[in-house]
Structure formats: structure tokens, C-alpha cells
């Protein structure tokens, strides 16, 4: 990858016959092979290229056998490929049902129950059945690792670091530690569109860390870009993208404050875009937040409380301690981890990386950047961990602030993954140092003879990225997807797969995606009464009770398991192992229909 001195690193060369000039005079054969070439050689076309092969190497074996196993486990992951597929389903079959799944049979927008994931969308038009849902969900699980990757690195460019501190702000960004312990929750770990965007309208508006705003750098059309990104993060999920809405307006502000203050020279047009990009991105969060609104309004109960909060408030303690999947640190911190049982749980295990907050601390005294904008840099990473930390922090009030007064924040019941930006603002300090100890030691490498001085350069950009990547080697297990019941594609609905738990169903969801049959079955981070009530009622399946309950709420089919995959689990939850009543009872006298599978007991429900 090339570098460059100044600090506003282009994302596009901007060259006299660039593309205006192209579009008048059409180039020879021999032209677009040369501008093939230099697409091919960019820096953000290999550091792109570099993103994905990272990803894929630091989650091996993710790819190894993609159609068929998750990551991590099989339950939220068969969730959220639930979700790409039934959004891709709905689009193409019938838009009008999007927000009224087919699960939870009876409940209302029961696709708001969580976070959507909306904005793979086009991933999610193509392929149908459980083995295309896997295999999407892994793809979109290896280039969220890789976007993250991508978009610290170009926010780092753009902000004034060379190559060296840009790819330990990648690396840290995208693989610290903490997200391991989110390896299940892929909202959670697609967070590359915030840095993306970032640099983007960072590089829209002329502005770095090195230089400040200078108005002639600025590129009007990157901010529209910027924009245009933020809006794409949003449809991915509010836990992650109501944060970042709210850390652009504070940016907003600050900027404002700056131009009434300086009145620097301001391009009308970049005022123009900004107003147009404002607007898409209000439409689409919006647009995105009506049928949550909708649907915390059908489930008051819904609403998280502040005693949902203090449970998940992690202490200052959980940004030291890592996953049991890390694969340094994860043996080592088990003491660790099980203090913070009552503290947060396993949603308190933060560490960004003990390379990363070095290199940071370090970036304190020797930096790129300037004294003043270090000092901002500490003041926003000081306020992302007291966020963070929710009702455990020393000083809870602003989050109590935040809980009671913003839009919207109330729907956040796990402070701690706000550690996002601590991640963030952590890897900007340390690219400021890697620089600044580069551009040190340049000079007295140029006296050294040039094998020496390569080996010594090479030393200095790979042995702090290597550091930051040591620490985000993770040990995970791959298991392998159970199948349906063989006959499961066929039975007529709704169904009512037992048993029924939350584990469980999040599973019988990923089957569904055959042909979206209707399931009384359902999981989310909620429970609605009426799934509860199933789940209660059917527990002593097959008797007059809970047979005629289904009746009367429509199911047509009962699927009894005779293997419940929760149950293969150290701790099931409740329910989750079916007694074995339901699997020897004949159903006689209810009128319904038994028949022996294989792998199932089915139970047909006559009217």
C-alpha cells in the first residue's frame, strides 16, 4: 500500500483528466488498461482486498464449511439468518407482511421483536431454504469483520496516519477482544459503516486530525457518500445505530460552534449536500423506527426499565477482561469473568485489548496529533466509557439523562456495547502514536544501508499490528446446524414445534425459511404473553387443555422432537427438555392424528 505525507489522504485521485475529463474524451484500450491497473493497485482497493483475507483467517473456520455450521452456536445465529431471509422472502412475495413475521403466530410485528438487519437486504434476495440462510449469514458474519477492518483504516488515513498506525486502528477496531464474547450477535458486530462513515464525511468536509479543517481539501461529494453510509448503519439495528445518530449530532453541534465562532470559508454546495444527506438520513432512521414505535406500543412490557439496565451496567472491571474464546487471554481471565457474575454477566466482558490501551496511553505523550486534539479524543473516550459503564459508572447520571430524555435510548438495555466507541476512539490515540514514532524514526533510518532500513521499517509496522491481532485470536467452536424433522417442509400450518423455549425456537425459525410456513413457535429479546402462554400451556402435551388452546389460536400441526437440541446443552432452559409424556401419548380421545417419524413424532390437529 502506498502512503502519503499529507494528512487528508484521498479516497479517489482527483487528477486533471480524472473522470470529467474521461467522460469527454473516451479513453483508448491502452487508457482503461491503465486505469484498470491503478483501480487494481489503489490503496483502498488492496486495503480492501487485505480486509477480507484477514477476516477470513482471523475467524477460521468460518469458511470452511459455511453451508452448514455457525459461528459460535447454533441459536442467536440461526436468529439472525431468520432475519436476512424472512426480509429477502417478504420483499419478493409480499412487502405488505414485512413487519408481521411468520413466527409468534398471532402476535403483531413480530419482526420488530429485535433488531432486523434490514440492511442486508440485497444479500438476502438471493437463495432460499435453510442451507442459503447459513451460508448468507456467514458471508455477511465474515464481511462485517472486514468492513470494520476497512473502515478504521480509511478513518485513520483520512484523519493523518500513515499505513502503519491506520492498520493497528483496523486491526484493533475490528478484532479486539470484546467482540468475541458478541461472536453470536451479528448487529453487534457490524460497526463498519460507522468508521466508514465517519471518514467519508470527514474527508467530505476537508477535515483531519493532523491538519484541522482546511477548505480546499474538502471533497462535497464524500459527505452525500457519508451520509448515505450512516443511513445504511441505522438499518442494521438500534442497539449499535442510535448511539452513532446521537454521536453525529454532537458532532454537529460541535461543528456549528466551530464555524459561528471562526467563520471559516464554507462551500455552498458542501452546505447543500449536507442538508440532503441530513434529510436521508432522518427518512431512513425514521422510516426504520415507525413500526418499533407500533409495536412498543401494542407490548407496553416491552419497554426496557432501568432495572434492565443495572443488570446488564458492566464495572470498570469488564474492560479487563476477555472472552473465554480468546484464544491469549481467555484461560488466564476465567477469575476474572466470574466476578462480574450479577455485574453484567458475559455482556460485561469489554477488554479492547490490553496492545490497544498501550499504544493509546502512549499516544497520550508522543502523538500525530496535536496536544488539543488529543485532549478532545480523552474527553470523548472518558464520556464513552461512562456511558458504557450504564448505572454502574461513578457518575450515572448522564446515562440516567440519556435513559429518561433522548429518543429512543430507553430501547438500549446493555450499556456495554457502547464499548464500540471506546474501541474506536482507543485505536485513533494509538494510530496517532504508531505515526508519530514512524515519522521519528524516518530520518534515522535513511542513514542506515537500505536492507537494514527495510528490515527495520518492516519490524516497526508489522510488530505493533501484530500485537493488536494477537490479542483478537479467537478459539470459538463451529458446531454443525441440526436439520429439520424430514417431513417438516410438508406439514400443513401454523406448526407448533416442541419443545418450546427460547433457545430452541430461535432455531425452528432458520427450519421455517423452506417455505415460511407459519410457527406458533418464536424467539426474541422479549417474550410476548401469548408466546408464554403457549409455551405454559403445552407443556403437558398431548391433553384436552392444550389442544384445545391450539385449536383456538389456529395451529393445525404439532412437531415433537424427539432429540431436543437444547437439552444436548450443559444448562437447558426452562423447558427445554420435553417430558416424555408427549412422546409416548397416544393423543385418543382428542381427535387428533399421531404419526411416527424418524426423527419426530407429529400430531395433526383436525378442526
Wanted: charged share 15%.
Amino acid at each position: 500500500m502506498s502512503d502519503r505525507s499529507e494528512a487528508g489522504v484521498q479516497f479517489a485521485q482527483d487528477e486533471p483528466d480524472g473522470p470529467d475529463a474521461a467522460e469527454a474524451h473516451p479513453p483508448r484500450p491502452a487508457g482503461i488498461l491503465r486505469s484498470a491497473g491503478r483501480l487494481l493497485s489503489h490503496e483502498w482497493t488492496l486495503a480492501a482486498l487485505c480486509s477480507i483475507l484477514l477476516s477470513v483467517a482471523m475467524t477460521w473456520p468460518t469458511m470452511r464449511d459455511p453451508l452448514h455450521t455457525l459461528p459460535g452456536d447454533t441459536w442467536d445465529p440461526s436468529l439472525q439468518a431468520w432475519e436476512m431471509s424472512w426480509g429477502g422472502w417478504a420483499v419478493l412475495h409480499d412487502p405488505g407482511r414485512l413487519w408481521q413475521s411468520n413466527t409468534s403466530l398471532g402476535e403483531q410485528y413480530a419482526f420488530a421483536f429485535s433488531d432486523t438487519l434490514l440492511g442486508y437486504l440485497p444479500a438476502s434476495l438471493i437463495g432460499s431454504g435453510p442451507q442459503a440462510a447459513i451460508l448468507r449469514y456467514n458471508i455477511m458474519y465474515e464481511l462485517a469483520f472486514a468492513l470494520a477492518f476497512f473502515g478504521a483504516y480509511v478513518l485513520a488515513r483520512q484523519l493523518g496516519s500513515r499505513v502503519a498506525g491506520a492498520a493497528v486502528a483496523g486491526g484493533a477496531f475490528a478484532y479486539a477482544p470484546w467482540r468475541w464474547v458478541q461472536m453470536f450477535h451479528l448487529h453487534v458486530l457490524s460497526t463498519g459503516g460507522i468508521a466508514l462513515a465517519l471518514a467519508m464525511l470527514a474527508r467530505g468536509h476537508g477535515y483531519s486530525l493532523r491538519h484541522g479543517y482546511r477548505p480546499e481539501t474538502a471533497r462535497p461529494r464524500w459527505v452525500l457518500a457519508g451520509w448515505s453510509v450512516a443511513a445504511w448503519q441505522m438499518t442494521l439495528g438500534f442497539g449499535i445505530g442510535l448511539p452513532f445518530g446521537y454521536a453525529l449530532a454532537v458532532l454537529g453541534v460541535f461543528a456549528l460552534a466551530y464555524w459561528l465562532r471562526r467563520r471559516p470559508r464554507f462551500d455552498k454546495r458542501l452546505l447543500r449536500l449536507n442538508v440532503v444527506g441530513g434529510l436521508i438520513f432522518v427518512a431512513v432512521s425514521g422510516a426504520m423506527a415507525v413500526p418499533y414505535l407500533k409495536m412498543i406500543e401494542i407490548y407496553p412490557y416491552g419497554r426496557r426499565t432501568l432495572t434492565d439496565v443495572l443488570f446488564y451496567s458492566p464495572p470498570i472491571e469488564g474492560f479487563l477482561t476477555a472472552s473465554p474464546d480468546d484464544w491469549l487471554w481467555g484461560d488466564a481471565h476465567q477469575g476474572l469473568r466470574a466476578q462480574l457474575e450479577g455485574r453484567g454477566g458475559w455482556e460485561a466482558i469489554l477488554l479492547p485489548g490490553y496492545a490497544l490501551i498501550i499504544l493509546a496511553a502512549i499516544g497520550l505523550l508522543l502523538s500525530t496529533w496535536s496536544w488539543r486534539r488529543r485532549l478532545w479524543l480523552v474527553v470523548a473516550l472518558a464520556g464513552a466509557v461512562t456511558l458504557a459503564m450504564g448505572l454502574r459508572a461513578p457518575v450515572s447520571i448522564f446515562y440516567r439523562m440519556a435513559f429518561e430524555y433522548l429518543p429512543g435510548w430507553d430501547a438500549i438495555r446493555t450499556p456495554g456495547r457502547l464499548v464500540v466507541w471506546v474501541t474506536l476512539l482507543l485505536a485513533m490515540l494509538a494510530a496517532g502514536a504508531v505515526t508519530a514514532a514512524g515519522e521519528r524514526l524516518g530520518p534515522w533510518l535513511r542513514t542506515l544501508r537500505p536492507a537494514s532500513a527495510r528490515a527495520l521499517l518492516a519490524l516497526g509496522v508489522l510488530l505493533p499490528v501484530s500485537l493488536v491481532l494477537l490479542e483478537g485470536v479467537q478459539t470459538a467452536q463451529y458446531p454443525t446446524v441440526p436439520k429439520a424433522p424430514a417431513a417438516f417442509a410438508s406439514l400443513e400450518g401454523p406448526i407448533l414445534v416442541l419443545p418450546t423455549d427460547w433457545m430452541d425456537d430461535e432455531l425452528y425459525m432458520l427450519w421455517s425459511t423452506t417455505n415460511f410456513v407459519q410457527l406458533a413457535n418464536g424467539s426474541s429479546s422479549f417474550a410476548p404473553v401469548g408466546l408464554e402462554k403457549t409455551r405454559q400451556v403445552t407443556r403437558n402435551f398431548p391433553d384436552e387443555a392444550s389442544v384445545t388452546y391450539l385449536r383456538s389460536i389456529g395451529v393445525r400441526t404439532v412437531v415433537v422432537l424427539r432429540e431436543p437440541h437444547a437439552g444436548l446443552r450443559q444448562n437447558p432452559p426452562e423447558g427445554a427438555v420435553l417430558s416424555q409424556h408427549a412422546l409416548t401419548a397416544t393423543g385418543e380421545g382428542l381427535g387428533i392424528t399421531r404419526e411416527e417419524q424418524p426423527d419426530a413424532i407429529i400430531f395433526h390437529l383436525h378442526p
